[in-house]
């Protein structure tokens, strides 16, 4: 097989696979949606380092640990009871 040849069948391969999705049906860009990846996973781990320090302060000013994952566990239901009430109907 020529090597045009084996250019030619990756194309046609390739192709159809990515021409699915016509631009029009696209809401985001592919730049536009990396962006947005790169800030939640951002936003993610700046959120994760602000539990570590709260833990700290918390369980070095005198709250039992015993407590404090009855307060993690039951501020975490009702954060998410909503969405699970309004989004599993």
């Known amino acids: 097989m ?15 696979v990515s021409s699915k999705l016509s631009k029009k049906k696209q809401k985001f ?12 996973l951002a936003l993610l781990q700046v959120s994760y380092g602000g539990f570590q320090v709260l833990t700290r302060v918390a369980l070095l000013g005198g709250l039992s640990q015993f407590m404090f ?10 954060i998410l009871a909503p969405f699970a009430y309004f989004l599993e109907r």
């Open 69 to 78: 994952a009855i307060y993690r566990n039951g501020i975490a239901a009702l």
């Open 2 to 16: 020529r090597e045009e040849d084996q250019i030619l069948v990756v194309a046609t391969v390739v192709t159809p």
């Open 29 to 40: 860009s592919y730049n536009s949606l990396t962006l947005r990846i790169h800030v939640t």
